[in-house]
T-cell receptor
């Protein structure tokens, strides 16, 4: 069973469209994250949710809206897609309340290409 | 803000030992992590140091000096499969919360 899963794996779309990426973790973790990795492999946190509550919101355009329906899911909706949004988006999870919180488990990534 | 520096690329031969350095600047420092990422893959956790000293996990070891704001990842008995990008990441408590900030990554190439 996949610990952290994301769908879709690949997403090719036109500028101006709205798209969503879904993430699910079956590790029982209480914290989930969205990261963006650009073409130079720079990995930057976008959002973090702890028990469905937003705790980190980096300087991200408000076209990006995360939603956490429950502890096991964190989805990312992107409105009015732009060329610069092309990147790999990784979901991750960790258990903040234990000593092993430093281990973040990453999903396989969603490769978004905006044309 | 936070900043991390690590070499962009390192090349070594199979069987050798390689050290990847990481220096950081941050307030609210909590610990230093290392992640490995193969091309096309996801980052995977390797190690974490919160206290000064060396942590060993098999062929990989990680070191931290909090007073020098410096750490390194040591890979021994290099294998071809170790060719990947290695990221150091600082865990810090800042105004933006308790978060992990990644360095720009070091591309390790292992040659025969």
């Amino acid at each position: 069973d996949t610990a952290v899963s994301q769908t879709p794996k690949y997403l090719v779309t036109q500028m101006g469209n709205d798209k969503s990426i879904k993430c699910e973790q079956n590790l029982g973790h209480d914290t989930m994250y969205w990261y963006k990795q650009d073409s130079k492999k720079f990995l930057k946190i976008m959002f973090s949710y702890n028990n469905k509550e937003l705790i980190i919101n980096e300087t991200v355009p408000n076209r990006f809206s995360p939603k956490s329906p429950d502890k096991a899911h964190l989805n990312l909706h992107i409105n009015s897609l732009e060329l610069g949004d092309s990147a790999v988006y990784f979901c991750a999870s960790s258990q903040e309340s234990t000593r092993v919180k430093e281990t973040q488990y990453f999903g396989p990534g969603t490769r978004l290409l905006v044309l | 803000g936070q900043s991390l520096e690590q070499p962009s690329e390192v090349t070594a031969v199979e069987g050798a030992i390689v050290q990847i350095n990481c220096t950081y600047q941050t307030s609210g420092f909590y610990g230093l992590s290392w992640y490995q990422q193969h091309d096309g893959g996801a980052p995977t956790f390797l190690s974490y140091n919160a206290l000064d000293g060396l942590e060993e996990t098999g062929r990989f070891s990680s070191f931290l000096s909090r007073s020098d704001s410096y750490g390194y990842l040591l890979l021994q008995e290099l294998q071809m499969k170790d060719s990947a990008s290695y990221f150091c990441a600082v865990r810090a408590i800042t105004g933006g919360g308790n978060k992990l900030t990644f360095g720009t990554g070091t591309q390790l190439k292992v040659e025969l």
